[in-house]
């Protein structure tokens, strides 16, 4: 029988912070057309190929708040157990499968990451490394893999306790949940999942399962595809310009290889080490794409495992999603309710055939045992026993997520509107926290409750029902400063540009604040005029109590476009609490190195940044010109070309800044280290 559990666990843990309290508006290029003709794209591939895959946070705020300072914390974690596996999901983490754990083989087939470690790569910036994360809605890592779900437990078949994760997406609006069994007897962990399209338009849909997994010295990643989309260009697989890609320790740069499964074939992907060893995952049709993710053997994508996760701890990603690429977005009908289910666990098979030059015979022999260790019509089975209980509710609700989901049932209600959340995923008045309660009032008051501009301005809402509201709250009380900023916020992120400037400006007389200032800049860079941003950002950090964020986003401008002069007046004038942020730092480092304080700069490339973005370069760059600069005055000339080029040779930066990820920084080799 499987035994499911809920029981703490105990994490080295940085802490996550606060999130930034200004809005990041949606990247205004919605799409990114693809030329189809000059990328040869085969033309069963283009349909959803850069369809509405410009980057979007609103209504969710960025987490930008973490450190790296680590202490024990302890975390809810719900534990699935049968005879041969031992699975650890933690809802307070996006509901990320931590573990799964192969008892006979005494195996951990994830790469369990043995820190909680956010780091800059998801859509809100913070995310985890290593386990299963599940990502939906926009292309990036999603916007709950920080945030808590809703769990809860029901009875699935033949009894076996299911674990439910379930949300609402708040920029597709649309529910969406997981069904976690582990039936007793079962080598494989199975997830059926559950989105739905509550409206009556098509929806631009994305889901990648993301599965970090240990990266084997040695080990290869096979799939049954004879070709793959490598740099948005189909290439035979799985040899691109002679080096084999299905050996991701082979490859000096990060990189992704998109295997390219032609309708019919079952959709399947396994990572095995040097033996034939490892973990699998398969699907039923609906989830069609595969991909490798590695980091490289360069040093830069060795730093970022130890940056990650810890020393030894080295992984890649397997991947599962509805499309090809994920530079595509599939088109979900209106109305429409997909499903599929997912499984995974250990897999073994000769290891001969698995490393075999021959790929066709090595993916045709995993093939084989993968249909005699999991047939295909099992999963299938498990698929429908999974479906009857999708519509039950669970029976006893283990954590609640935020309370937005309530919030937008609450609204539909008194609209006589309906949401499109099935009664099955039980979002209720409990959820409800202060980040809410402003919403609530001007739901159930007619206007949202007026705040001092000095403090936040709180959480956000993008939807017209909820503009609808702010607009008619304007006649009933609610002619404030907060109104005319929420408004704005909600204009520009709909593409009301004109409208957005008219109410920050309405806004600023009803007093002024730090907040419509700052989203004044945002406006003028979007017009391209530097100046007037830089001038509005500097009001803004001179009106109210300016947080931090302002200071920080101003700083990046004014480096941007290179006024170095500004910039450190900026810097002079902040209090020593704001100076202190990581960001302001490297900042300061900027024009310590431009007035040729030579010292100073070495001292800040010593610091902690947490929050170096991936495929960020600012620690690199700052570190060459630090050593060009030396080098031009010791020789008593200028910095040019062939001085930059001669440093890039002969100075390359240390391990611990070196967070390149591309072709600049590949020759800096690493040999495989161990792993777990």
Known sequence: MTNLRVEPFILPAANLGLENPLPVFRDPNIGHPVDFEANHIPPEDREGLGWATGSRVLPYRIQDGYDRAREPREFLSVVLENEFLRVRVLPEVGGKVWSIFAKPENRELLLSNPVYQPGNLALRNAWTSGGIEWNIGQVGHHYHTCETLHAGVLDGPGGAPVLRLYAWERVKRVPYHLDLCLPGGARFLYVRVRIINPHDHDLPMYWWTNMGVPEYPGGRVIAPADTAYHGLKVWDCPVINGIDYSYCTQIKRSYDLFFRILPGRRPWEVSLDRNG????????????????????????????????????????????????????????????????????????????????????????????????????????????????????????????????????????????????????????????????????????????????????????????????????????????????????????????????????????????????????????????????????????????????????????????????????????????????????????????????????????????????????????????????????????????EALKARVRQECPPPWEIDFRMSVEGADLYIPPQATQ
């Open 277 to 640: 060893a490892g973990i699998l995952h398969t699907s039923t049709a609906r989830l069609r794409g595969r991909k490798l993710f590695a980091w490289g053997m360069n040093q830069g994508g060795r730093r970022w495992q130890e940056f990650l996760h810890a020393p030894g701890y080295n992984n890649k990603e397997i991947q599962a999603g509805l499309a090809y690429t994920q530079s595509h977005s599939a088109r979900m009908p209106a109305g429409a309710q997909w499903t599929w289910t997912e499984a995974m666990g250990y897999f073994a098979m000769n290891s001969r055939k698995a490393h075999s030059a021959d790929w066709q015979e090595a993916y045709t022999a995993a093939g084989e045992v993968l249909e005699s260790a999991l047939p295909r019509a099992e999963v299938e089975r498990m698929d429908g026993a999974l479906a009857e209980i999708a519509g039950k509710p669970v029976r006893r609700l283990i954590c609640r997520g935020p309370g937005w989901a309530a919030l937008e049932l609450q609204r539909a209600a008194k609209q006589g509107d309906n949401a499109g959340i099935p009664s099955e995923l039980s979002f209720e008045a409990d959820d409800l926290t202060p980040a809410q309660m402003p919403w609530l009032a001007l739901l159930e008051q007619g206007a949202l409750p007026e705040t001092d501009p000095k403090a936040e301005p709180g959480h956000f809402q993008i939807q017209s029902e909820w503009q609808a509201l702010l607009e008619n709250s304007l006649t009933r009380g609610g002619d404030h400063w907060l109104t005319w900023f929420h408004l704005g916020v909600m204009k520009l992120e709909a593409g009301d540009a004109d409208g957005a400037r008219s109410a920050w400006e309405t806004s600023l007389r009803r007093p002024p604040s730090s907040w419509a200032w700052r989203n004044l800049a945002v406006w003028h860079l979007r017009q391209g005029d530097v100046a007037a941003a830089a001038a509005a950002y500097d009001q803004a950090l001179r009106t109210g109590s300016a947080p931090v964020a302002i200071a920080v986003e101003y700083s990046r401008h004014l480096l941007r476009i290179n006024d170095v002069p500004a910039l450190g007046a900026l810097l002079a004038r902040l209090p020593d609490e704001m100076r202190g942020h990581e960001r302001l730092r490297l900042a300061a480092a900027w024009v310590a190195l431009h007035e040729g304080r030579f010292d100073e700069v070495r001292v800040a490339l010593r610091g902690q940044f947490a929050t170096i973005q991936e495929g960020e370069r600012s620690l690199s760059d700052l570190w060459f010109a630090l050593h060009e600069r030396e080098a031009a005055k010791e020789a008593g000339t200028e910095v040019n």
